[in-house]
């Protein structure tokens, strides 16, 4: 079945710290990755997408994620978070050709100052 | 250039009434996805549509549940006889007719609580 993980489900850090968030999947075939973030009482908004091509993606905000196929994983990457970087991430993927994602549980990320 | 519109963005209603929840894709948009996120749940698709036509209603619940979007106007998604199950968010999303087919933009929901 087509499934994705995020294994952390709530993160604290402190402003500055290093951020990494974990996301596995699940599928048959070839997929479209990506991570989305809800910021407090807002819509979700994309950060950032891998489709093809270079493994590394870089986003909005500083993001960046890494594709390893042969870890079927897509980690999310901050170097340097920041206060503003409080909300929910989630990460989602859909097989090549179709139109429906499959989105992981999410997780909370707080920071403080 | 307006995102994905959806109202109304929180919607009370008592078991056994009609919800109505509206979305009006971005413009340039004719597919529309509609997805629903129960309390500490990532999203799960519901249904698939183009103007006049439902593509993929794999994730539609069988009974009481019923999407549309016509040639004029917004999707409607419309849930009969609500239970207190029905209570989550409802989030809409839309994704271009051509070019990049396949990245799906979000509306800030509807929020639904049955009493």
């Known amino acids: 079945a087509q499934s994705v993980s995020q294994h952390n489900h709530h993160v604290i850090l402190s402003e500055a710290a290093s951020l990494e968030l974990g996301c596995n999947y699940s599928?048959?075939?070839?997929?479209?990755l990506f991570w989305y973030v809800q910021y407090p009482g807002q819509h979700l908004q994309l950060l950032l997408k891998?489709?093809?091509?270079?493994?590394l993606v870089k986003g909005i905000k500083g993001f960046e994620a890494e594709f390893i196929k042969s870890k079927f994983s897509f980690n999310l990457r901050k170097p340097s978070v920041q206060w503003s970087d409080t909300a929910e991430y989630f990460c989602?993927?859909?097989?090549?050709?179709?139109?429906?994602?499959?989105f992981g549980t999410g997780t909370r990320l707080q920071v403080f100052p | 250039n307006a995102g994905v519109m959806q109202n109304p963005r929180h919607l009370v209603r008592r078991r056994g009434q009609e919800a109505r929840l509206r979305c009006s894709p971005m413009?340039?948009?004719?597919?529309v996805y509609w997805y629903r996120q129960l309390p500490e749940e990532g999203l799960k698709f519901m249904v698939y549509?183009?103007?006049?036509?439902?593509?993929?209603e794999s994730g539609m619940p069988k009974e009481r549940f019923s999407a549309e979007f016509p040639k004029e106007g917004p999707s409607i998604l419309r849930i009969q006889q609500v239970v207190r199950g029905d209570s989550a968010a409802y989030f809409c999303?839309?994704?271009?007719?051509?070019?990049?087919?396949?990245?799906?933009?979000f509306g800030p929901g509807t929020r639904l609580l049955v009493l």
């Open positions: 999303a839309s994704s271009p007719s051509s070019g990049d087919r396949e990245t799906q933009y």
């Open positions: 599928y048959g075939g070839t997929v479209n």
């Open positions: 891998y489709f093809s091509g270079d493994p």
């Open positions: 989602a993927a859909g097989a090549v050709g179709t139109d429906k994602l499959i």
């Open positions: 413009k340039g948009h004719s597919h």
């Open positions: 549509l183009q103007k006049e036509n439902i593509i993929d």
